[in-house]
């Protein structure tokens, strides 16, 4: 889902504004670096705070930022949409590479390898599916719409996964020396 969203915005957003080239490339270092100053605090977090709270935070904060930028009338308005999705990077995958760390960890034999690649393989779907998605939607819907849509879509997929997630706080693989 992180990767999906900033997808699907890197091909629709630029084409909706008005603004320069580097108006628009500082849209997107702004999430970029709210993603990078957010990441090592939810980081710390992961081993504190249940992931479903975590992960549900970052999907309420991707679906505001959606809605926000989809239906913004000021530039501001826009850059806060993309300071939450760089937020929301961060709290949907810092806690679920921690998951798939723990769960290759408990597999017999561990699979750590074989869990990182499929993660590397939803991403890079995410990846692909995110643009082509959100282009088709804003030649349906227009912009706001598509941005309606896909942050539906995405509550409704976020709330599901949410309840297949473990409620506790994460405990590290216990390593032997």
């Known amino acids: 889902l992180g990767a999906a969203v900033i997808a699907a915005l890197e091909p629709v957003l630029p084409v909706q504004l008005s603004e320069s080239p580097f108006v628009i490339g500082l849209l997107f270092a702004l ?13 710390s977090m992961v081993s504190r705070v249940s992931p479903r709270i975590l992960i549900g935070l970052g999907i309420a904060s991707v679906v505001g ?14 850059a806060i949409g993309m300071a939450l999705l760089g937020a929301s990077a ?11 760390s723990i769960q290759g960890f408990r597999s017999d034999p561990p699979t750590l390898g074989g869990s990182y690649a499929l993660y590397t393989l939803a991403y890079a779907v995410g990846l692909a599916a ?28 976020g709330g599901l996964s949410l309840a297949r997630l473990p409620n506790k706080a994460i405990n590290g693989p216990q390593y032997q020396s």
């Open 90 to 100: 961060a709290l949907l995958q810092a806690p679920a590479t921690a998951l798939i």
């Open 31 to 43: 999430a970029a670096l709210v993603g990078v100053i957010a990441n090592p605090v939810v980081g």
């Open 130 to 157: 995110g643009p082509l998605i959100a282009g088709f939607g804003v030649e349906q819907l227009g912009f706001p719409g598509a941005m309606t849509l896909t942050a539906i879509i995405l509550a409704a997929v």
């Open 65 to 78: 930022s959606l809605l926000l930028v989809g239906w913004a009338t000021m530039l501001w308005q826009i």
